[in-house]
């Protein structure tokens, strides 16, 4: 089957150790995790991963579900590219004095739209968002001017292009019929 | 007023269990778990506590229990090697979807990380082989943890949980309210069934010309053997179990077409490459059950049961899935069945039956001549306690031989490691099994070399005087390795074959009746002795060395190529 980059999106409770958990069921399948970014979601108490990994679409569907399978975990789902827009952002450490002899480095800046935060007289600092072949051509270009000092980059997020958020329904749901079966366990 | 009561966490865990119909525990004291030892001696008429000789005996114990009681086994074992010790157990329950919660100690919450004396990491450790594993660090949320704990364990497709419990937690003390969990909004039990799958399926078996149904123990797990026989009686199928399916549908059942896989019947392993519809019920297609998979029932249809929609296309892609509780998919499908007739394709199993019978079973049961078999030691005992005994047996040759040569004729009548295949697991289980079900015969068919993997659980069945009829089937070697290097390793017996002690005098030093049966002729009055004799007893037969179990689909093999001699 076709290998493609493809992005999970899981929702989880807050609980320690899940993460362990969620990545235990990559590494069982010996699928290597391109990318990861975990932090709270828009919902209390709910943590959102997002996380990237070349696979095929029938081992992705089995992680899928066996990561669902996890207790504490709410809900996930996995998608192309096409289905979501992603970002990453990055930071480039380079050095100040060849910034300044160098005009084609300040070109670059402006090309890729990349913002200064930083400048003294030993290095600068510069960030950029954008998808992951954008900062990684940027690096590139400054690599061949040989003014970077370092360089780093973020996880890829995610938000998915239908326009209702899943988890949100999701839980409404689950609290709906649990107070149905409630209800009806009363009536009887 | 409330009905609140200022108690220590230990004293919590006791009623928190009692609360939850807890009325045995399995486990074995140690440092860390000492203040629930001492609230557990204060409810000891109540928490019916079996002190293991090895925490390791203390999980397959409360497995025993909880598959043939259907209820949730439970341990209860001290931190760092006590808790390490019971790591083979709770990966058996949760590959072979079993019930248990094991409460072990841990040290307080302000030594945790620090290396301290019998720390060990178990939340890390168990993770990935729990359903749930949980560190109780406040005492007061021992009756969320524990309520939540038999609530996963039981719910859905069952499984372990572990509660590992801080020392700190305890002994500090709050106000205790009993807790119940019936809802974790993260977590559905149950699936829903879509009720076009239902239509579907419904479709296809009524479509059927030679339908074929794969019982697994989902069927048990979901209390649906009424339902499997009405469904498979409706529309005429002939039905293989799995190995941990076998007791769901009686032996003698006309439709019983017998067991699966890799040492199953010759007939529903044949016909499994030549049905037109494939029904699996509460089975995983292990890759013991499948074989070759490139290969495995390509030319049928295929329709999956299961609870657990994790499950579904995991091994084998099937067309139709109805997900849900069988006990209710099941019935749901039969409504919509057209009663029908197989009558050919029923009778076409029987040469296949007729040929392993001539050829494999009755050379096994009724060999006439020369030394003991395995099989026909399995089949007397069975037919001795009318086929109404629970089988619980070890791991290799003399569970492969029992599972085929034993007969049932109830309900959760077989518990045996499936999955992960542990060795050792006999004994323990057999003792829990006697905790569960008091009134039943339990038999626990072992080899030599699994029964002394746990030989120290003698002890526990000698101090609580657990009326297991243990059967050692002696042949000097690690058979099952020793088979496969016959087969497959040029003979060459590379640490199979095994210096014995003399078992009678280990039963003697426990003070348990036992048996050597060296002779075809003793083994009747033996097999008599040992059944009518109250309590435990431990009947040894020495049975033929170099026995093999056949038929057999070879490692990787395609399941109607089995091998009826090697």
């Given amino acids: 089957m076709d290998k493609k980059l493809y992005t999970m999106i899981v929702y989880s409770e807050n609980i320690a150790g899940l993460l362990n958990q969620i990545t235990a069921v990559f590494t069982r399948r010996q699928i290597n995790i391109e990318s990861l970014n975990v932090s709270a979601s828009s919902i209390k108490g709910v943590h959102k991963y997002t996380i990237t990994a070349w696979t095929d679409e029938d081992t992705i569907k089995k992680i899928v579900r066996q990561i669902e399978k996890k207790i504490d975990v709410l809900q996930a789902h996995y998608f192309t590219d096409e289905e979501i827009f992603s970002h990453e952002i990055a930071l480039y450490k380079l050095s100040t004095p060849v910034l300044e002899r160098e005009p084609k480095v300040s070109e670059l800046i402006r090309r890729y739209n990349a913002r200064v935060v930083e400048v003294n007289p030993t290095y600068s600092a510069l960030e950029k968002d954008g998808t992951t072949e954008d900062i990684t051509s940027f690096y590139d270009e400054l690599q061949q001017l040989g003014c970077v000092l370092q360089f780093v980059r973020s996880g890829r997020i995610a938000l998915t292009k239908s326009c209702v958020e899943r988890v949100n329904e999701f839980l409404a749901e689950r609290e709906a019929r649990y107070l149905r079966a409630k209800q009806n366990e009363a009536a009887r | ?566």
């Fill in chain 2, 1 to 566: 007023m409330s009905n609140k009561e200022t108690i220590t966490g230990a004293e919590a865990l006791m009623r928190s269990l009692e609360h939850q119909g807890v009325d045995t525990l399995f486990g074995y004291p140690g440092g860390s778990i000492m203040p629930v030892f001492d609230a557990l001696y204060d409810h000891r008429h109540i928490l019916n506590h079996i002190l293991v000789r090895h925490e390791q005996g203390a999980t397959h114990a409360a497995q025993g229990y909880a598959r043939a009681s259907g209820k949730v086994g439970v341990c209860l074992v001290t931190s760092g090697p006590g808790a390490t010790n019971t790591i083979t157990g709770i990966a058996d329950a949760m590959i072979d979807s079993t019930p248990v919660v094991v409460i072990a100690g841990q040290v307080g919450t302000s030594f945790l990380g620090s290396d301290a004396f019998q720390e060990v990491d178990l939340v890390g450790i168990t993770q990935p082989i729990t359903k749930w594993s949980y560190q109780i660090r406040r005492a007061e949320d021992v009756p969320w943890a524990v309520a939540r704990a038999f609530y996963l364990a039981s719910s859905g497709r069952p499984g372990p949980v572990v509660l590992d419990f801080a020392k700190n937690a305890q002994v500090e003390t709050f106000d205790y309210e009993p807790t119940t969990v019936d809802f974790v909004r993260s977590y559905i039990p149950v699936p829903d069934t879509d009720s076009m799958s239902v239509i579907m399926a419904a479709d296809l078996i009524n479509k059927a010309q030679r339908p074929l149904v794969l019982v697994g123990q989902g069927v048990e797990l979901g209390n649906a053997q009424d339902e499997l026989r009405a469904f498979i009686e409706k529309a005429d199928m002939p039905a293989g179990c799995t190995l941990l399916g076998l007791s769901a549908l009686p032996s003698d059942h006309r439709l019983n077409v017998g067991m699966l896989g890799m040492h199953g019947n010759l007939a529903p392993n044949v016909k499994t490459n030549e049905c037109d519809v494939l029904v699996a019920v509460g089975m995983r297609f292990d890759d013991r059950v499948t074989g070759n998979l490139a290969t495995y029932a390509k030319q049928a249809k295929i329709i999956h049961f299961d609870i657990d929609p994790a499950e579904i296309n995991k091994n084998v892609k099937v067309d139709v899935a109805v997900l849900g509780d069988c006990k209710d998919t099941l019935r749901a499908v039969t409504d919509l069945l057209v009663p029908a007739k197989h009558k050919e394709w029923l009778a076409s199993f029987a040469p296949y039956a007729e040929e392993e019978r001539v050829r494999v079973i009755e050379p096994e049961i009724h060999p006439g001549h020369g030394p003991l078999n395995m099989g026909e030691v399995v089949r007397a005992v069975s037919e001795a306690t009318r086929n109404e005994a629970v089988l619980v047996t070890d791991v290799g040759q003399n569970q492969m031989m029992s599972a085929r040569y034993f007969k049932y004729s109830r309900n959760r009548s077989i518990i045996t490691s499936g999955g992960l295949g542990t060795m050792g697991f006999g004994l323990p289980a057999a003792v829990g099994a006697t905790f569960a079900v008091p009134d039943r015969t339990v038999c626990v068919f072992m080899g030599d070399g699994g029964l002394q993997m746990n030989l120290q659980e003698l002890g526990t069945v000698m101090e609580q005087k657990a009326p297991v009829k243990m059967i050692l089937l002696n042949n000097n070697y690690l058979g099952n390795v020793r088979q496969w290097q016959a087969m497959f390793f040029n003979r060459k017996y590379s640490f199979t074959p095994m210096l014995n002690p003399d078992y009678m005098k280990i039963a003697e030093a426990y003070g348990i009746p036992s048996r050597r049966v060296m002779e075809r002729s003793d083994l009747s009055a033996a097999i008599d002795e040992m059944l009518s004799t109250a309590g435990p007893f431990l009947l040894e037969a020495c049975v033929i060395e170099e026995g093999n179990v056949l038929p057999m689909t070879p490692p990787g093999g395609t399941v109607n190529d089995m091998l009826l001699e090697c």
